[in-house]
């Protein structure tokens, strides 16, 4: 039979799309059930992870086999080791003919002595978790011993609220401060003048002028019939309240004069202004005792007090010095900010103050200027005022309006209010730009940027059952 070529069927030829098309498909019937699942877990590399956790978790703790096995004459059963604690270690790591696991961990006796135990060491508690073979999380957490916060609970404060808007400036209110009888306060504004107003009634009362720029600090003397006022005109003036014009002026500054505080013993009067130096002046004399020089920015807060440091500045370089006015020379100086120290408060009745910038309100001791802690929240704001009174209420006013109300002891923000701008005002001019109580504490001023002034009291309805403490102890402080 003779044989017959075998024939090949004609190839038709295809475009090079259509080849890709079909190679494409027959791809996705191939792996479309797998498509988008994730591969299964492979068990060695499970074990060789947690293996390797474990390892870096807990490298510096002793392992149970390389503590040596003390005798016991009497056959009573080994005691374990001090405070033991056994983890089980990785999937087969374990062996099942001892007691303890290989890998157990083992961490030092406690502080607390709970007696002799029978054939352990005295003294010394004993704890043993025996390995388990279900699956645990392991976690730092399982050795630590879980003591109760020890940060002081807020004393409760009944919320602040609103009572009386006082118009009468024609520009920003800068400075406030309250006569030593506790009868009248005085108000410095951008409009270049000083209002006296009753505090009772909230009515106007005087109108001093002067300046011929904003009036950025006022100071009420406690032991002369005098009021200080200071300016962006760089001058310093002493106001006779009885003939209720000017009697003296401070002339030395180089630019504006941004605060200004008086020395509670002795005839002193402390400016600081944007000359980056704080001078110290003599009252009656005029003259200049000191240039309190070493800030490289503005000095925009000052407090004193009756013994060292008597003189405790704030600087827009972000630090805060502490002087010695006996020789006119930085005592100790504070770097924890990291922005401007706007605003700095002494508390009335304890040796602690507390310091004000962008970042953080922080608390410090004195005389020596130990730094206690931050408050436990954070206003996100420029802070511009600040005030203390003996209750323990501390309150912080802001560039955008924001009024916080915290407990001094414990740092927690129990209000946060918002000042709502008088109408015509635009809602960028809810800045509050100083801050104070009064003698009694009961009552608070602010001056703002909407040209008015805002008189708070706290409301006598609220109670703890109507306005509880909502607070958390806090669990990672920052301590810097």
């Given at each position: 039979m003779p044989g017959t070529a075998l024939e090949m069927e004609p190839v038709e030829p295809q475009s090079l799309k259509k080849l890709s098309l079909k190679s494409l498909k027959r791809s996705l019937d191939l792996f479309s059930p797998t498509h988008g699942h994730v591969a299964p877990p492979d068990p060695e590399s499970k074990r060789i992870r947690t293996s390797h956790k474990v390892a870096m978790e807990y490298k510096g703790i002793k392992s149970t086999n390389d503590i040596p096995k003390q005798g016991n004459p009497r056959g009573q059963e080994p005691a374990a080791p001090s405070n033991a604690l056994a983890l089980p270690g990785p999937e087969g790591s374990r062996d099942q003919g001892k007691g303890v696991s290989e890998n157990a961990l083992v961490v030092g006796p406690t502080l607390q002595s709970r007696g002799k135990n029978e054939g352990g060491l005295p003294g010394k508690s004993t704890t043993v978790i025996p390995a388990s073979s279900s699956s645990r999380n392991f976690s730092t957490s399982a050795i630590i011993e879980r003591i109760p916060s020890r940060w002081p609970r807020p004393e409760w404060h009944a919320p602040w609220k609103n009572y009386r808007v006082i118009s009468g400036h024609l520009g920003w209110v800068r400075s406030i401060a309250f006569d030593p009888s506790n009868t009248w306060f005085c108000t410095g504004s951008a409009d270049r003048t000083i209002k006296i107003w009753d505090v009772a009634s909230g009515k106007l009362k005087y109108t001093l002028t002067g300046h011929i720029e904003q009036i950025r600090g006022l100071a009420v003397s406690t032991r002369h019939t005098y009021m200080f006022s200071a300016g962006d005109d760089k001058q310093v003036k002493c106001w006779d309240l009885e003939q209720n014009k000017v009697i003296r002026s401070y002339h030395g500054h180089l630019s504006g004069v941004y605060c200004l505080a008086l020395h509670p013993t002795i005839d002193l009067l402390l400016t600081g202004g944007r000359d980056s130096v704080c001078r110290v002046w003599d009252i009656r004399t005029k003259m200049q005792a000191y240039a309190l020089a070493g800030h490289d920015n503005t000095v925009c807060s000052v407090f004193t007090r009756p013994t060292d440091p008597q003189v405790v500045t704030g600087s827009h370089d972000s630090t805060i010095k502490f002087w010695d006015l006996r020789y006119g020379k930085t005592m100790t100086t504070l770097t924890h900010h990291k922005k401007s120290v706007r605003a700095l408060a002494r508390h009335p009745t304890e040796h602690s103050f507390a310091s004000a910038s962008a970042e953080n309100i922080k608390k410090f001791n004195l005389p020596r200027g130990e730094f206690l802690h931050n408050m436990l929240s954070q206003q996100k704001t420029i802070i511009n005022?600040?005030?203390?009174?003996?209750?323990?209420?501390?309150?912080?006013?802001?560039?955008?309006?924001?009024?916080?109300?915290?407990?001094?002891?414990?740092?927690?923000?129990?209000?946060?209010?918002?000042?709502?701008?008088?109408?015509?005002?635009?809602?960028?001019?809810?800045?509050?730009?100083?801050?104070?109580?009064?003698?009694?504490?009961?009552?608070?001023?602010?001056?703002?940027?909407?040209?008015?002034?805002?008189?708070?009291?706290?409301?006598?309805?609220?109670?703890?059952?109507?306005?509880?403490?909502?607070?958390?102890?806090?669990?990672?402080?920052?301590?810097?």
């Open positions: 005022a600040m005030a203390i009174n003996e209750d323990g209420v501390m309150v912080t006013g802001g560039d955008n309006g924001s009024l916080w109300f915290w407990d001094w002891k414990s740092g927690h923000n129990f209000q946060q209010a918002q000042t709502i701008v008088q109408p015509g005002s635009l809602d960028s001019e809810a800045a509050i730009y100083a801050a104070s109580f009064d003698l009694t504490g009961s009552r608070l001023i602010t001056c703002e940027a909407d040209k008015t002034i805002k008189m708070w009291k706290q409301d006598e309805n609220a109670t703890p059952e109507t306005h509880p403490v909502n607070f958390k102890p806090p669990k990672d402080i920052r301590r810097f």
